[in-house]
């Protein structure tokens, strides 16, 4: 059993088919609105609801519907964990499994909910998954998934509280939340500003360079193909899709350079590249530009990747990287080409004494959101 084994004393065990059932309710497509209408791509991950669908089926058929209390399940991904209880009726459709308790005498919805929420039942529908670049969760097999079952009362009981705790947690998230993205807008103003202008109020001169301005003097531009080395990354390219599955011992990594960052894991153990704290690099996407800083072992998925290291006692790589986030560049979206050898790495960024970026990474490094 899923974690069951231990139980407090006056609880049951049953399989979901014990306590609900997966409705054939069926509502017309003209009655859908962005308020009632859940399809898989407005639940929102890990739980935490959905938001008004900026897509509605047109015609007159009929789709799948759901009612209050039910219970709605993003079956496409299911790591991304869409769950939502229904406070009103609507509709969905094939990409999203339906589940009605059978008796609320008996399971208590929200407690059941609060059940399905669980990193357990995700981990369970991960097991039954069909297909690879989207897949599916198993509506029939998630029905023989175990839960525990306390008396009627000690379920509402559980479910309030919990209720309060994460309503609490939620205000405390979007305060955060707030707070976060003001962090990350002083993080880029900070960046922009140490790592162009220097620490101190020093004599400057002109940079020579539109987005730049002045630099302090004493500083020179280089351009980073002189102070980076780039590697392809074909000796670290994972080379099973197995990493798309998500498997718990899995350990290793495996990243992209775009905004998606990390893909999943793998259990590959040869041509892992050893970045570490002390030895970071830039996974640098030769056609989007996008890059990040790692400071941690990964494989890599795309052979469109340069690795890029310092060259010995000219540059720090963070100092560097800041650098970079400073640059106002984006390719342009017709031109599909690779971008390191004959455009970006002759991009010239200011550059301080070896002593000094090491100070100015240090001060960004405690700034980070």
């Not at 669908?53 to 209390?69: D, E, L, R, V, W």
């Not at 899709?241 to 990390?262: E, I, N, Q, R």
């Not at 290291?309 to 017709?334: E, G, H, I």
Request: proline residues 7%; hydrophobic residues 35%.
């Amino acid at each position: 059993m899923e974690g069951l084994e231990h139980l407090p004393a006056g609880w049951g065990v049953k399989r979901l088919y014990d306590v609900a059932f997966q409705p054939k309710d069926r509502i017309r497509i003209s009655h859908l609105t962005p308020k009632n209408y859940v399809g898989v791509d407005n639940l929102l991950q890990n739980g935490q609801g959905k938001r008004e669908a900026t897509f509605i089926p047109k015609g007159n058929a009929k789709t799948s519907g759901y009612a209050q209390n039910d219970i709605l399940i993003g079956n496409i991904r299911p790591y991304l964990k869409k769950i939502w209880l229904a406070d009103t009726e609507g509709g969905t459709n094939g990409d999203v499994v339906v589940l009605r308790v059978r008796n609320a005498g008996v399971v208590a919805p929200r407690f059941l909910y609060y059940v399905l929420r669980r990193d357990a039942f995700f981990d369970y529908m991960m097991r039954f998954i069909k297909g690879v670049k989207m897949p599916r969760g198993d509506k029939k097999a998630i029905l023989n998934f175990t839960i525990p079952l306390p008396p009627l009362k000690e379920q509402h009981a559980i479910a309030a509280f919990l209720d309060d705790k994460t309503s609490k947690l939620d205000r405390l998230i979007t305060k955060k939340s707030c707070l976060l993205q003001s962090l990350k807008a002083y993080k880029h103003a900070l960046i922009s500003e140490v790592a162009t202008k220097g620490l101190a109020a020093t004599p400057t001169k002109q940079s020579g360079l539109d987005w730049l301005g002045e630099i302090p003097t004493g500083w020179e531009l280089a351009e980073l193909k002189r102070l980076l080395d780039y590697e392809q990354p074909t000796k670290y390219l994972v080379k099973s899709d197995d990493y798309k599955h998500y498997k718990p011992h899995y350990k290793t990594p495996v990243l992209t350079a775009g905004k998606g960052f990390l893909l999943g894991y793998t259990n590959e153990t040869e041509g892992i590249y050893p970045a570490s704290k002390e030895n970071p690099v830039i996974i640098f996407d030769d056609f989007t530009t996008t890059f990040h800083c790692v400071d941690f072992p990964f494989k890599v998925k795309s052979s469109a990747i340069k690795l890029l290291t310092p060259k010995r006692n000219l540059v720090s790589l963070k100092f560097t990287y800041y650098a970079m986030l400073s640059m106002d560049f984006k390719p342009r979206p017709r031109d599909h080409m690779r971008h390191w050898i004959t455009k970006y790495s002759i991009f010239k960024i200011p550059l301080p004494p070896l002593p000094e970026q090491q100070r100015k990474t240090r001060k960004q490094g405690n700034s980070k959101s």
